[in-house]
């Protein structure tokens, strides 16, 4: 018996086996529920169904490439692709430069920092259709951005009607996501500089190098990896974005000036019942980003190794 | 480690990346498929079944049971959920959910206990965001399936989507068994037709029961129109006298007037001249429509199906529109339908065109500020030539109209469909559709005593009389399979016009465009068929112009 118990402790403690099979059932679970919603998206990509079909999913007759192929023809799939694209290009290296700015400022002493530090924080932690609609209100006609800044800035006639222009309107959703987001680039980024060996900076200082030059030679190249890590984490987000779309300009003004790709899936999939097509739409965007993320980790591997 | 070593790997990586993609494509699309609810299919098929024959026995129905004994539509209503508690067939404390739009609870929630006290069942009212969001979960309740919902307040726009994607279920039996009194049969109880039968029937049966009659009615600031100083101005300005508005054009000019009047509201704000629903959400296809049919427009070929929005008419339409949208408040360009109310019981707004229930809102003291300071009025129309003659052809849109549907994965239909009788019973409904809310007036007996006294109330008078006009110049909403992706198309291309995003010949053009890319995806002659049964319910005068345009043979 004590025989037994001590083979089952060394096997336990030593093998591999165990510690897979402890974390089997987690594993099934997760993979349940990533793989099975997974599957049938990929199955009915290559489909031709709609809810109106008047025949359920697991009879949608086989449609094959031809799905693939017509998102590469679709005008308004490319369109959403290059707004989302815009989108992201805009709202990362603004977030990445405020955060920063702001990591640089708190990383000196001053009173109320801690304070200041929770203040900033709030935004990333409101749901984003809280965001999407306190924006879309502070941008009406009527709203506080006109009434109580512009109007009193610039004078009566200065109030603009934000979302009856595209461009304008694209931008009030810019704002909003930088306001959401720019504090997860100021936590990562003051996380990395606040541990950057205080000697480091100090013999930099000794041998007589500015601030800025500290900034570009010592600090940022020590939290390089971080940095890059914070920008894909955003960027994914960001490319799919959704509720603050939806909620602020539903896609417009006029026809989809400001759909994004996430927007024109649902519209796809939800308005226009087009599921496998959204399906097809939503694995080529899928594999896209993948093949990006993985060129942009690509850098970090290397030095991994 | 050498480059070249990295370029290995990196290689290798790529092609492990790509292979995996393939293979997971393939292994996952098999998955998918294996992932099909086998324990589904069989009942799954019989709901498919049962609606393929619904089709077909249309016209050779079996006689109809006999009726519940009971009064009226209510007392049958509450007599039958009481012997699905006695049978056993439903469990006593059974609850119905009930999904509906947020923020108008009022025309249902008052009334559960009641219900409760009954017949001993419960209803439970579960409320979502805006319209858009109803669609989304009624949607996808007809693809997952699950029974969440037992009865839906839909747009009457989304039934030929309900009942095709299966969400719907065929309340022709209940009809028969428990008599809603529908149809001119029961000239004392019956919702207002045609609007009862053409929001409720698909292919010859009932899939939903009435809510609702949302025939647009145009609303104005009678205290403003009527004031001498501003007739005067504004005759001397535009060379005729200042009334309700008879024309599109004649509305140009009194918006015009009254933004540039620049009057300002109790709060200080800017008084418009108008607020028609142009936004791109999903209003701006109601206005449109009002004036493309008063133009002498038809949405539809009725011999090929083929667009005819980008017609003349259709592009009048769009710049009527377009031409207003400087003199309407700028919400409405941008805001959603609440905020029409919003604006207007605000004063606002002088001239409006939205369903019968602001009316009540701006009756309401708790809200408005225009209480008693609003006429109601036929919508404005066109002047058209038929055979050489002009004539003012005027007709008004039928936009939404809520309907109850009773979900098919519900599990105590009968029970759900028995609260809807109930509810929207002329009795019980008359106290439910008064109250401020998004249900309106719809049944016949509702403008006669001892019901009428209610209603003037709650609509004015005055409302009444038009309304029951403005019901006779009414025409149906799209109700075929793909409204919903038609209407959308339109409404944003009308809002790109409005916000001169677009010219009105391309915003029309590139509708006509999409709408033929839906019909032929979603087959041309079943949708040609669909189109068919609408049209005999558009307005004999409308009929007539169709005719003499050759439009229609």
Partial sequence: MMKTTNRLTQWVGKTESFKKLSTLPLSLVLNFVLIVPFAIMIFLSFTRWEPLSGYDWWHAPIAGIPRFVEAFGDARLLWALIRTTIFVAVVLPVEFLLGLGMALLFLGDFRGKKGFTSVILYPMMMPWVVVGLGFYLMFQFFGPVNLLLLRPLLGEGAVIDWFTNPVLAFVVVIIADVWQWTPLMFLIIYAGLAAVPKRLIEAAEVLGASSVRILRTVRLPLIKSLVVVALIIRALEAFKVFDIVYIMTGGGPGVNSTEVISLYVYNLAIVYHNTSYACAVSLLIMIAIALVTRLAIRPLEVRAE | ?553
């Fill in chain 2, 1 to 553: 480690m050498s480059e070249s070593k990295e370029k290995q790997v990196s290689r290798r990586t790529y092609l492990q990346v790509a292979g995996g993609t393939i293979a997971g494509l393939v292994v996952g699309g098999a998955l998918g498929y294996l992932a099909k609810p086998t324990e589904l299919v069989t009942e799954v098929t019989t709901v498919t079944r049962s609606l393929t024959e619904t089709v077909t026995v249309t016209g050779t129905a079996p006689p109809p049971p006999p009726a519940l004994p009971g009064a009226g539509v209510s007392e049958r209503a509450l007599a039958g959920a009481k012997q699905l508690v006695a049978s056993g067939a439903v469990p006593a404390g059974a609850t119905i959910k009930l999904l509906h739009v947020a923020g108008s609870k009022n025309n249902f929630e008052p009334f559960f206990a009641d219900w409760e006290a009954n017949t001993g069942t419960k209803v439970e009212v579960v409320t979502l965001g805006g319209e858009p969001d109803v669609y989304t979960k009624a949607f996808a309740e007809a693809t997952a399936k699950t029974g969440a919902f037992d009865i839906i307040t839909i747009f009457s726009t989304w039934k030929g989507d309900a009942i095709e994607s299966g969400l719907a279920k065929d309340l022709e039996d209940y009809y028969r068994k428990y008599n809603p009194e529908y149809g001119s049969q029961y000239p004392d109880t019956t919702p207002i037709e045609p609007l009862g039968d053409y929001t409720t029937m698909y292919k010859g049966r009932h899939y939903a029961v009435d809510l609702d009659a949302d025939v647009f009615t145009l609303t104005y600031r009678k205290d403003l129109l009527a004031n001498p100083d501003y007739a005067s101005q504004f005759k001397s300005k535009f060379g005729y006298d200042l009334n309700v508005p008879d024309t599109w054009e004649q509305v140009k000019d009194v918006s015009k007037f009254f933004t540039e009047l620049d009057l300002k509201a109790s709060d200080g704000e800017k008084v418009y001249g108008g607020y028609f629903y142009a936004d791109a959400g999903w209003a701006a296809f109601t206005t449109w429509l009002c004036i493309f049919v008063s133009k002498g427009g038809i949405l539809f070929s009725p011999t090929d199906m083929k667009a005819m929005i980008n017609t003349q008419e259709g592009i009048d339409a769009t710049q009527v529109m377009a031409d207003l949208a400087p003199y309407m408040h700028p919400d409405a360009l941008s805001m959603d339908w609440a905020s029409l109310y919003k604006r207007y019981t605000e004063g606002k707004a002088v001239l409006t065109m939205a369903w019968p229930s602001l009316i009540k809102w701006a009756q309401d003291p708790e809200t408005s500020q225009v209480v008693d300071k609003s006429g109601s009025a036929l919508a404005p129309g066109s002047k058209v030539t038929v055979g050489g003659k002009e004539i003012l052809l005027k007709a008004a849109n039928n936009p939404v109209n809520w309907i109850g549907i009773v979900s098919s994965f519900s599990k105590y239909p009968e029970l759900g469909y028995l609260f809807w009788q109930w509810i929207t019973s002329p009795v019980v409904g008359a106290d439910s559709v008064s109250r401020v809310g998004i249900m309106d007036i719809f049944r016949e007996c509702w403008f006669r005593p001892p019901y009428r006294e209610t209603f003037e109330k709650a609509y004015t008078p005055q409302f009444l009389d038009v309304f029951a006009d403005c019901i006779a110049h009414s025409f149906p909403d799209l109700m075929i399979k793909g409204s919903s992706e038609y209407l959308d198309k339109l409404t944003k291309n009308v809002n790109a016009a409005c916000v001169k995003a677009k010219t009105a010949r391309a915003a029309m053009d590139d509708t006509a465009k999409d709408w033929e890319a839906i019909t032929d995806r979603l087959g041309r002659d079943a949708q040609l068929d669909a189109w068919k049964s609408f049209i005999p319910l558009y307005p004999s005068d409308v009929q007539d112009v169709w005719k003499a345009k050759g439009y229609l043979s």
